[in-house]
Each structure stands twice: as C-alpha cells, then as structure tokens.
C-alpha cells in the first residue's frame, strides 16, 4: 500500500463532510417514525459504494429495512473479503440530554479527542465506523492498489435485532461467498493501545413469572400463611449463585471454555486501572465469580443478571399486599462453546425445579445467540494485527469483549467463514447514549489501517 | 332495644343508596391525584354524622388529611363510647382485575353473599364499616333509646399509617376522653360463625433502595464485573428467611410471647379446613414457618413479606441493562410485646449490615404501630360478646387477626381506653384487593347489632 497517508491528508475534508451528511439522516430502525429516513439513510449508502467504486450496487428489499449490498470483483481466484455493517442508529432519546442536536452533527475537542470528534447519534454506532470501509475502498480503487475481490452487505436493523438480514444470509450463500468476514462495530482499549476484539459472549434472555395465591392479598390477613410469590421470586434469583458467585444452575459451565495460564496472562497485559473502574462507576468494590479478575468476569466468564424485576405495590407510599404474581427479566451471557438454547433450557428446568410448593412458575424465553472466537492464529487475525502494527506503531492486544454480537455467531454457521473485528471507537464515545461521538483521528486512522488488513491477507492466503 | 329489625327493614334501600354515595367518591389516601376526592369524603362523613344525630360535628385540619369528629353528650354520668373509623381507601390497582369500576358500586349475589354483596372499593375496608356505626346511632336517636354519650372521630389516613391522628389523639385526650373505643375494621369466622377479634398483630413498613453503580450500564460489557442491585437485593431479602421460615433478623423474635399449649388448643377450635383455604387461592400447598399450623402463622407469629419490588427494565421485550438501583417495599407484621420501633431499628442495623461492598442502601421506615390484645373478660369484650348472641342467636370465638391497626394501640397508651373490633366482613371480602365488596346482609346486620352493644355496655357500666 503506498501514499495511504497522503491519499487521507488530501480528501480528509471530505471524508468528514460526507460522514456529516449521513449522519445528518436519523435512521432510526426502531421507530416506525422515522421510516423515510431509514430507506433515505441506505439510498445514501448504495450511492457511497458506487462512488466508492463497486461496480455492482444494489437495494436487497426484505420484509423490514433493506440490505444494501455492493461488490468489486477483480479475479475469482483472489480472496474475497466481505465487510458488514448497518445504516440504522438506536433512538436518541433521552434528547434532553444532548448537548447538541443528535443529527446536526459538529466536531468539538475532547481530552481523549484532542483533534476533534464528530458529536451525532450513530457517529461511531455504526455509521462512521462502517463509513471508514467505504472510504478504504475509494482510495484502494482510485490508487489502483485493490488487491483482492470485496463484497459489502450493509443492513439497516442491527438495533432491533437483526432478524431479516438471518434470512437474507441463509438465501443468498451463494452471492456471499468469502474468504472472511470484516466488522468495524466494537472498540478498542485506547487511541495509543490498539486492541482487536477475538471474542463475544453469547446471550439467553428469559422472562419468569412467579405465581401464588390467585390474587392479591392482604399481607395481614395472610403474611406468613402463603407463599409469597415476591419473596419466593427472591429466593430463587439468589440461590442461582452461591457464595463464591458461581451460578448454581446444574450443567450450566459443562462447555466452558476455560482459558490457560498463559492465555490470561497475555490479556492481564491490557492496560486497567480498578480504581479508575471503581470511580467511573461511583462504587467502593467490584463484585463478582471468585477466582477471576475484573477484565476476566466481563469477557471469558459466562454471567447471570436480572435486567428487570416487578411485583406488588411499587407507586407511592405503602400498600399491604401480597401480590399474586412476580416477575424478572434475567440474562446470561455466555462464553464460546456454550450453546444458547442448552442454556436456556437448563435454566428452565433448574428454575422450574427449585421452585417450592405453592406457587407455579412460567419461563418465556426472549431471545439468545451464541457466542464467538476468532482464535488468535487464524491468517485474518494475523493479518489484521500487522494492518494495526503498520499503522499504529504497536502490536495489538487481543480482547474478549463481554458484549453480544449474534449475527457473528449465525455467519460463521452460515458462511463457514471468520469475522474480524477491527474496532476503531473507544468506550468513552458514548454509544446508545446522549453525545455519541467518533474520534476525527480515529476515522482516518480506521481508513488508513483497513486497506493494509486487504494486503496482508492478500498476501498471506495467497501464499 | 326496641324496634331494630323494623327501623332497618324501613330505611334499608336508602341505609344501602347512602353508602353506595360514598363508595363512589374515590378517597385514596396514598395517591395525591385524589387529593380532592379524600376532602370531599371527609365532607360526606361530616354531613352524615348531622344527619345521623351527632349535636356537634367538626372537621378538624391536619397536617395531612382531616379527621372528622362529631358527639352527642346525653349526660355526663353516663359511659361514653368512642367511635372510630376511616374515610380513605387503599389504591384500587390494579385496576384491570376488577370485573366492576371500583368507584362505580353495583350490588352483585356471591356464594358467601346470597343476599347481594356491594362491590367497590372501600365497601367493607372501611367506608361500609364505619357507616353501620353513623346509621346505628341515627336508628337509636330516632327512636330515643341512644343510652350513652357517643364520640366519633373518623381519620382519612389509615391507609398510609395513620400520622396525623396520633398527633390529634394526644393533643385532644380530654375532648376525646371515652369508656370503650369501639371499630368495625376487622372481619368475623362467617355470617353463621360471628368472632370477635381480640388480637391485632404489629407492624413495621419500610422501603430499601439499593445503589450499585451511578449509572444503569450494559449487562453485556459489565454483567459479572460489578454488583447488580437487583441480584443483591434478591440475595438481601432471601437471606431474611432461614430454611424453616424464621425470620433471620438477630433479635427479631425476642419478645415475642410464646402461646401456652393450652391456648393453641383452644384457637385450633376454630372452623379451618386448609384444602377449602388452599382451594379459594388456587394454590397447592400453604407456606409459612415450621412448627405453626397456617391459622398460628397469621396471627400470633411475626411475618416478613415483601410488599413491593422493582427495579430495571420492566418494559415489553428484553433490555439488557444492568440497574443502577434496585428498590422493595417490606413489611412485618408484629406481634405483642415487639415494639415496632425497636424491631424498624433492627431492620436497618441488620439490613445495612447484609449489604456487600459495590452496593448501599438506603432504609426509608415508611409507618408503622404495636400489637395489641383486648382480655375477654373486660365489660368491652362482654357487652360485644352479648350483642352478637342477640342478633346473631350465637356466642361469638374469640380470635386473633394477623392485620394491624396500629392506632389501637395508641389509643390505649394515650386516652387509657380498650377497644373493641366489632367487624361484619368476612375474609373473602377481597379487602385491599380488586373486586372488594360487603354483604349487604353484614352491612345491616351490622347496624343492628351495635346499637346493642351500646345498651349492654351501659348497662354492665352503670351497675
């Protein structure tokens, strides 16, 4: 790859006013209000492509939002990476906490930004972390340096679950065809510590309903004769963890994976600072598994939360009551090789089986996905890692990230091919959050870096 | 006492049209919208009572809501007996299980209620209740056979703890200086098993807030790295009960009286029959602590309940939030010889004590009020006893309630008087629930039975 740097440094007032701009479309995927600006927002995407350089562009309907996809195809015996990424945003609200309008995007400094960052709902969430892709590509095709086959799909429901683009990718096999999947939608530890994230945690999502007595009751008349299905609600929520924090649920770690010395040893080496954790959280102490660090609990470590909890009187004052039902929306993250349906199967039949006499319980799954790794000495990995070297002066660190990314999980089922997660945001920049925001440095450091991940995977499976 | 059954035979349909006035005036003390509501409650009891014959009627002003009072002083060297009862409402939430709008009453036959039974809220708890007491006086100064001094002083904050009233009872303890209180805020066995309540369980309500991290955050980057109020308050509140259903406050149970063998004997006497009880709740098996039958369990045993729970996401669908704070509303029951107080300060001490590093908690006591017991062989339960046996033609059981009315034993303290709980509802009257209704049989067998509890108790007074 040469004049990367120069090729930026020329264009890099556009490649920011064209960000603006569809940042300034608020495609909003989970609000039917803004339905026109969605379709809006991937009429903007196809016509980047084909400016980009694609030579086939098109708008894939579905039965919601469509899937943009575009190609440049040079010779079938190259490799063919495919980059994915979405047009929709999540809701801006609550806009009263914005100290800017979420779509009329303005670049402002910031101690961690100090050349700027562009403030705008989607800015690193995924727009401008998707644009960078785009832009790659111009400079790759205009510089006459493309060095393999390239497939973009850009959805626009990854903020409400992703469902139609499942279907999309089960169809169309064939048309996706690839050597390995790109995805700039996660972070990176720090400007100055780049990072590459090799694994997400998978995700069963369940809603219990505890039932007792018939209905509500007066907790005088009946406190202390019948089960109460708040306390019993409790009782059971605790006992899913012991005294060590590990969860309780019979089977529940049987696939964990559990890392060896030498791995955690090579990701205690990122950078983390728990008094900074603790202050930035306003808490005295961490908590969690016996056994395990902070960065391990939230990463390589599978978890149960309740997300939400209800039941009886909660308005003002008191009520003696004693509710007929209880309810609690709880979660588990998983780690590689545990499977979301097994999973939630098991928590159905230990939830349904710890519950005492007198009340009956019903579990409604919500939804889940599996987790994922990219081992660290796959060619995309590699490859990705030295792109970063190239550009960042330093090696990457390879992190586990806590969060859930399903549809990684459904290409590599789907596909049979890797993702490589090349984050460029950082957690500061307040993704689904008030004052969203994308490092000016970090979108053209993301354009720099992405065309050196074509070359030396170019390079290294064509070897 | 002349003339009873004719005089309610003549005025029933008006005695019922008035209550059914009232019971459309939503009074619900605990919510601030029915602010209005509550005053012109007070006002309607106001006017009753003139009406009904009391010579003077005030409504006197508080901090909260007012207390009406209204007497008829016949003659000084005759008893006097103090009335009293309560204007407000619980919250008819939730307000989709009631087959009827709670403030708009229909008269409807039940099994329980061949006869009809009114179906609003407040009908028997305690706006019904209260008013067999104003339409009992009007029956016995409209026939001239009133034979004490009659007080009457109705609260309109009962439902919220009562506050104000304390305050007015020990500022006005010579205006309200009285023989016997008497109140109708209890229940009996059945229509053919009258009982009057002799015991009256204790209470102590608090609300717990439990702080985690400053702000709600992702359960996918911080799920199983920091503590989750919601899972910490289920631990909190299920270790407040041991295997066997005793309640693990240390020093919770110490003053609680022991019952002699000899007097579980005789409560057993009392009709029970736990599969008609576990059927009329639809649940499976009773629940409670180990060693008591269920009728020991709610009432001469202290109990724990969560009243209320929330926290998080509690929306349709799934959030995968971690709370910043999770909240419970608490009560216990008490039995005599706790002091509520006492027992609010062990509460905290323990609960605050519970709590592991990465959380605080907040304890906010939201009311509460001692136990109390009436011996029955004071003239009060004597003379209660021998109206029942008129108008029912059986000797009432004496029993222990597992509610509170916390005031009793305030007024016991303050105006060193006895009261007596002459209550017609039966247990199925869905008190503090959807569909609260009262017989319209227990309503006027209500009012004709008090006038002669009046007639005995001056007569046993007077000898």
Request: glycine content about 6%.
């Given at each position: 790859m040469q004049n990367t740097k120069a090729y930026i440094a020329e264009h890099k007032e556009r490649f920011i006013q064209e960000l603006i701009e569809l940042l300034k479309i608020p495609s909003v995927s989970a609000d039917s209000a803004f339905t026109k600006d969605v379709i809006a927002a991937a009429e903007a995407v196809k016509n980047a492509l084909s400016h980009a350089g694609c030579d086939t562009v098109e708008i894939c309907e579905t039965d919601g939002y469509p899937i943009v996809y575009g190609e440049k195809l040079i010779d079938s015996k190259l490799p063919t990476v495919l980059v994915y990424g979405h047009y929709d945003v999540q809701p801006a609200?609550?806009?009263?906490?914005?100290?800017?309008?979420?779509?009329?995007p303005i670049i402002k400094k910031t101690a961690l930004h100090p050349e700027g960052a562009i403030f705008a709902r989607g800015a690193c969430d995924d727009k401008g972390q998707m644009y960078m892709h785009v832009k790659a590509l111009e400079f790759m095709v205009k510089t006459q340096q493309l060095p393999c086959n390239v497939k973009f799909m850009i959805e626009g429901e990854e903020e409400v679950g992703s469902d139609n683009l499942g279907i999309y990718v089960a169809n169309n096999k064939e048309k996706l065809t690839n050597d390995i999947i790109l995805i700039s939608d996660t972070g990176m530890i720090a400007n100055d510590v780049p990072s590459i994230t090799t694994g997400l945690r998978g995700l069963s999502y369940v809603e219990v309903e505890i039932t007792g007595p018939n209905r509500d009751l007066h907790s005088g008349l009946y406190g202390g004769a019948v089960a109460n299905p708040i306390n019993i609600l409790t009782k059971m929520i605790a006992s899913l963890h012991d005294e060590n924090n590990h969860i309780t649920i019979p089977g529940f770690y049987d696939k964990v994976e559990e890392l060896s010395k030498k791995e955690r040893a090579e990701m205690a080496k990122a950078p983390f600072n728990i008094n900074d954790y603790q202050n930035a959280l306003d808490i005295d102490s961490v908590y969690g598994?016996?056994?395990?660090t902070t960065n391990e609990r939230n990463s390589i470590r599978p978890t149960l939360d309740v997300n939400g909890i209800w039941g009886g009187y909660i308005g003002e004052g008191a009520k003696t009551v004693i509710a007929s039902k209880a309810y609690a929306k709880i979660s588990m993250r998983l780690v590689p090789h545990q499977d979301w349906e097994e999973i939630t199967k098991l928590f159905k039949t230990h939830f349904e089986n710890i519950a005492p006499k007198g009340v009956t319980v019903k579990i409604t799954p919500h939804h889940g996905g599996q987790g994922y790794v990219t081992p660290i000495d796959t060619i995309g990995y590699k490859a990705a890692s030295k792109a970063y070297e190239t550009t960042f002066g330093k090696k990457p660190i390879p992190q586990r990230s806590g969060g859930s990314i399903p549809i990684v999980a459904l290409f590599e089922k789907e596909l049979k091919s890797k993702t490589i997660l090349m984050g460029f945001g950082l957690d500061s920049d307040a993704i689904h959050s008030p004052n969203e925001h994308f490092g000016v440095w970090n979108y053209l450091k993301g354009i720099e870096t992405i065309p050196y991940f074509y070359k030396y995977f170019t390079e290294m499976k064509t070897i």
């Open positions: 609200d609550p806009i009263e906490l914005w100290d800017s309008p979420p779509y009329e598994e016996e056994g395990y």
